[in-house]
C-alpha cells in the first residue's frame, strides 16, 4: 500500500511569509496528525483530525497556524506569518484509529522548513 | 508533568556488537508504549507496541522490554549494522482526561552511530 505522502519536501522562506504543506493520509485512514520536529527533538503534535474534525489543537498556535482537512482525506497546513523559530521539519502522519490505543502510526518523510 | 526521558542522548558502536537505550517515564495512567526508529530525513517507523500487560517484544534483531511498575523500557539491538544507524525514539501513549482520545509523549531520541 502506498505511503503518507507530504509536499513539498523542502521550503525556505523569508520571516513574515506564508507557506502551506500538504498531506495524503493512507487510504481509509481515520486519523491525520501533523507535527513539528525541532532538530534534536522528539515531535510535537500540532493538531489531530479524527475524519474531518479536530480531536487535539491545543498545541497548536493558533495565531498564525491553521490546519483543515477536507472530506476527511488530504489536510493542509499553514503558516502565516513565518517567524525564525518556525524553522523546523513538519511531519504528517495517519493511523487507521486512534493511534494512541494500539493503532499503527504510520509517518511521511516531513517538510523541512527553514525560516530566513 | 507527562514526561519520557531516553539515555544516552547519543552512542557509537562498531559493527556486530549489541547495545541497549533506555527509556524512562512519568507518564499516567499508561496505555501503551513504542519505539520508533528514524533515519535522517525520513518520519519515524514503529519497531514495537507494548501494552502495560506485555514485559517482552521482538522485531526482527530488535528487542523491547517493559518494566510497568518501575516505569522503565529499554530497546536492545543486537548485532548491529550499519543500517541501524539512525534515531530511536520512545514514545509513551495515556488516554486523555476525557477518555475520548489519547495523548502521546515523544522523547527526543537516542542518536546511534554504527561504525564499520
Known amino acids: 500500500e502506498a505511503g503518507v505522502a507530504q509536499s513539498p519536501r523542502y521550503k525556505i522562506i523569508e520571516k513574515r511569509q506564508s507557506v502551506a504543506f500538504w498531506c495524503n493520509p493512507i487510504?481509509?485512514?481515520?486519523?491525520l496528525y501533523w507535527y513539528q520536529q525541532i532538530l534534536g527533538q522528539g515531535p510535537k503534535l500540532l493538531i489531530q483530525?479524527?475524519?474531518?474534525?479536530?480531536?487535539?489543537d491545543s498545541q497548536l498556535p493558533k495565531d498564525r497556524f491553521s490546519a483543515e482537512r477536507l472530506k476527511g482525506v488530504d489536510s493542509t497546513l499553514k503558516i502565516q506569518p513565518a517567524k525564525l523559530e518556525d524553522s523546523a521539519v513538519y511531519l504528517c502522519?495517519?493511523?487507521?484509529?486512534?493511534?494512541?490505543?494500539?493503532?499503527?502510526?504510520?509517518f511521511g518523510p516531513g517538510t523541512r522548513l527553514t525560516v530566513t | 508533568k507527562n514526561q519520557v526521558e531516553q539515555s544516552p542522548q547519543s552512542l557509537i558502536i562498531l559493527e556486530g556488537k549489541n547495545c541497549t537505550l533506555q527509556?524512562?517515564?512519568?507518564?499516567?495512567?499508561?496505555?501503551?508504549l513504542r519505539w520508533y526508529k528514524q533515519d535522517t530525513g525520513r518520519g519515524p517507523v514503529s519497531l514495537t507496541i507494548m501494552t502495560f500487560s506485555e514485559n517482552t517484544k521482538s522485531n526482527g534483531r530488535y528487542t523491547a522490554t517493559l518494566d510497568a511498575d518501575t516505569k522503565q523500557s529499554s530497546l536492545h539491538i543486537t548485532a548491529s549494522q550499519l543500517s541501524d544507524s539512525a534515531s530511536y525514539i520512545c514514545v509513551v501513549s495515556a488516554p486523555d482526561s476525557g477518555g475520548s482520545n489519547y495523548k502521546l509523549t515523544f522523547g527526543k531520541g537516542t542518536l546511534l552511530t554504527v561504525n564499520p
Open positions: 502522519a495517519s493511523s487507521p484509529g486512534l493511534a494512541g490505543a494500539t493503532y499503527e502510526q504510520y
Open positions: 527509556c524512562n517515564y512519568t507518564v499516567s495512567p499508561f496505555s501503551n
Open positions: 487510504s481509509g485512514h481515520a486519523t
Open positions: 483530525f479524527q475524519n474531518n474534525g479536530v480531536v487535539d
